[in-house]
Structures are given as C-alpha cells and as structure tokens.
C-alpha cells in the first residue's frame, strides 16, 4: 500500500505570496491532520479534516487554510506568506476503525518551505 | 486545550544503557498516548502507543507507562543501539477527533 505522499517537496516564496500544499493520504484513510514543524516549536497542529470536513482546527490564524476533497486529498493553503511561516509543513492520514477513536497516524515526508 | 509537556529535551546516554523519557499532560479527557520517532530529514513514526485503558506496554526493547492519575507517561528504551539515536516526540489525543498534541520533542543522541 502506497505511503502518505506530499507535493511540491520544496517551496521557496517571498513575503505576501501565497502557497498551496497537497496531500494524498494512504488509500481508504479519511481522516487527514496538518502539522507545522519548526525547531524551536515541535510540531504543532495545523487542522484535521475527515470526509470532507473540518473537525478540528489548531491555534493558528486565519491566514492558513484548507479543505479535504471526496477522494480525500487534502490541500492547505497559506496566505499573505510572512518570514516566520518558514518551516516543514507534514500532512498524517489515518484510519478511524471505530468512531470516535483515536489511531495510529501515517506522515508525509513534508513540505519544506522557505519564506524570503 | 491540551497541553503535552515533555523532558528532557536532549539526551545522551552510553550504547547500551537504559532511556526513559517522560511527559505529562493536562487534558484528563485524554485516552491515546503515541510516541513517534523522527530520525533526522525523515518522517515521524509510531514506535508504540498506549490507550488509557492501559497501564503498560511492551514492544522488545520499547515500553511505554501511563499513569493516569498523574496525566503522566513514560518512554523506556533498554539497551540502546547507535540507531535509537533520533528525535522522540510523545502526543496525547482523546477520542471523538484527531487533534494530536505533540511534546516538544526529545533528542536522543547513543554513544557508541
């Protein structure tokens, strides 16, 4: 079964540009989270969608964005790019055997980007 | 929210030796406790998790603790290899959604 697989890889933008990141999670997984990774913070929770909704959504502003297809892909989008939004962006898919319950989640190799 | 303290944030032990790493949480809702393994320039991995049905787990030379009482969970790896060296991170999740709080990770780093 095909990993979790993230595009571009690499990102370079400048200030106030705008980037979209895409995710295809493993087959048959419909719940898909985005964390931010940065040295200095761990990973941090982006938002999580699931069968095409947002259930979730982490503390961070209203420039980042995202949206969950019905083949489950996942995009986030951030706008209005500023220098500390430079960081590895990693998507997790899992599968929810049971409702409610929490499992194991499968990352992407990320996006690296860089915000000049 | 949830929030995930962990300690300590490096450390280094002599090949063969025994590493515990621990977290605590805040969140008493919270039921699933994973641990990923991020070595450098690849993905995070499960090495092993833990439900708050369960006190303790075992997987070879991994095992994780829970106390819920506490809202405290431990990482022990026995007879650490060179290749346990890696980024450690804890998370706590509670059921009904996927929003994970990860630790602020711990640098493993074994001494040949």
């Known amino acids: 079964k095909a990993g979790v697989t993230q595009t571009p890889r690499y990102l370079i933008k400048t200030r106030g540009q705008q980037v979209t990141l895409s995710c295809s999670p493993i087959?048959?997984?419909?719940?898909v989270s985005w964390y931010q990774q940065t040295p200095g913070q761990g990973l941090q929770f982006l938002f999580e969608?699931?069968?095409?909704?947002?259930?979730n959504k982490g503390n961070f502003p209203g420039r980042f964005s995202g949206r969950q297809f019905s083949n489950s892909r996942s995009e986030m989008n951030v706008s209005t790019l500023e220098l500390g939004d430079s960081a590895l962006y990693l998507c997790?898919?899992?599968?929810?055997?049971?409702?409610?319950?929490?499992?194991?989640?499968?990352f992407g190799p990320g996006t690296r980007l860089t915000v000049l | 929210g949830e929030n995930v303290e962990q300690h300590p944030s490096t450390l280094s032990v002599q090949e063969g030796d025994s590493a515990v790493i621990k977290c605590t949480y805040s969140?008493?809702?919270?039921?699933?406790f994973p641990w990923y393994k991020q070595e450098l320039g690849k993905r995070p991995q499960l090495i092993i998790d833990?439900?708050?049905?369960?006190g303790e787990k075992k997987d070879q030379r991994i095992a994780v603790t829970l106390n819920k009482t506490a809202k405290h969970f431990s990482l022990h790896i026995t007879e650490t290899q060179p290749e346990d060296s890696a980024v450690y991170f804890c998370?706590?999740?509670?059921?009904?959604?996927?929003?994970?709080?990860f630790g602020i990770g711990t640098k493993l780093q074994v001494i040949p």
């Open positions: 997790a898919s899992s599968l929810e055997r049971l409702a409610g319950a929490p499992n194991e989640q499968f």
């Open positions: 087959s048959g997984h419909r719940s």
């Open positions: 969608y699931f069968s095409e909704t947002q259930r």
């Open positions: 969140d008493s809702a919270s039921n699933y």
């Open positions: 833990i439900r708050s049905n369960v």
């Open positions: 998370a706590a999740s509670r059921g009904g959604y996927q929003k994970v709080t």
